[in-house]
């Protein structure tokens, strides 16, 4: 049978993408991403625009969330199953029409469908990544992931700032306005600039969405992996879910904008990621988590202090949230080293359940946070985090590693898994 762990490969003799692909992929897997995060920094203006309450606003960010999940679990799997390029424009086209909607919702239940909507079909950047894989030599697969990685969290850092501040100026619908051009627009481009690939698998649908069960059910450090990011996923966003509520109470009274401006600070994960890639490389990803794992339980206590108010207050916030995402992002490196040394076989349909448990993780998390502000306030945020992170830190602490697993990310193929590929 035909592994669907790669569903595009490079030409021979081909010397892969062009530069000009290249960065149009990493543009793409930004602004994809970025499609679920600037409602972050918009939900008190969503609440003021629409005169409900702050909690009820906040649901947009959890809808978009879910959605999200649902769409790594309901759609990335087609990646093995539909040549790319139709898939990847009709998604980010199908996005652009969500976006559209969202703008011009009269009230919030339609809203909450739209940013459903957008959630599902803006998994772009997680088919993109194993077609990128396929379409480069062995000895790029690595430097390509790591740009495409870096167009991601350039995403989900810069979509705060563009959402805050152009909803400050314009209003909410503005930055909603906005993202569906810049995703039909790209989704037009992409249309002339992808190359043609084909199908890895002729798998019939149901069993393309049954393998992630099924290796969720044969993998225990699938599992593992799976709490320790849905966890530390699910603080992040409570974080900044509750910090967007926060600076616009009244401590701050700073608005919207101030939430994109605190964004900015945290673009220094996109330098700290290599760093940590490297440092999976040489020690293995467990010393990694556990690192950042110990950084998110102390982000949690940094943030802690934003309740001093003023300079001092928002030093703290700056500090904390570049510690949490700095943890965040360090962590999940160390999660995909982990997993994809499981299966190599099985790359794609494995990611497909690490992100669905991932994105569950974070639309509780973004739930979670608001509820946890609107009953304890920014302290009830901060003990969620560490709650969180907590959880994640005993299950590590209590696994017992076995000592073929924890694969750096270019160690190679774990012992096993000539036997695991006869599963496949």
Known sequence: MTSPAASATATPGDGGPSRRVIILLVLTCGVAVGNIY????????????????????????????????AGNFLLVPL??????????????????????????????????????????????????????????????RGAIMGTLLA??????????????????????RAPYLVAAVVALCIATALAFALPTTVPSSRQPYPALLAEPLRLLRREPDLRRTCVYQATIFGGFQAVWTGVALFLAGPE????????????????????????????????????????AMLGAVASAAVLAFGTLGGIAGLVALAAGTLLLDVAMQSGMIANQARIFALRPDARSRINTAYMTCSFLGGSAGSWLGAAAYGRAGWTGVCALLAALAAVALTRHLLHRPGGIREAGATGGEAPGNAQAKTRS
């Open 38 to 69: 600037f409602p972050q920094a918009v939900s008190p203006l969503i609440a003021s625009g629409l005169d409900v309450s702050p909690d009820s606003a906040a649901l947009v960010v959890t809808a978009a969330q879910f959605g999200y999940a």
């Open 252 to 291: 701050y009274d700073l608005g919207a904008q101030a939430v994109g401006l605190l964004a900015l600070v945290s673009a220094a994960t996109m330098f700290t990621s290599p760093v940590a890639g490297r440092q999976v490389d040489r020690r293995g990803s467990g010393p990694v988590n556990l690192v």
């Open 79 to 140: 990646g093995d199953r539909f040549p790319h390029r139709p898939l990847i424009v009709v998604l980010l086209g199908v996005t652009g029409t969500g976006l559209l909607g969202a703008a011009g919702a009269p009230g919030l239940p339609p809203l909450l469908g739209a940013s459903a909507l957008v959630g599902v079909t803006t998994v772009v950047a997680q088919v993109i990544a194993p077609m990128a894989a396929g379409l480069v030599a062995d000895d790029r």
């Open 151 to 172: 167009g991601s969290v350039g995403g989900i850092l810069l979509s705060r700032t563009f959402g805050g501040m152009i909803g400050e100026w314009l209003g909410w």
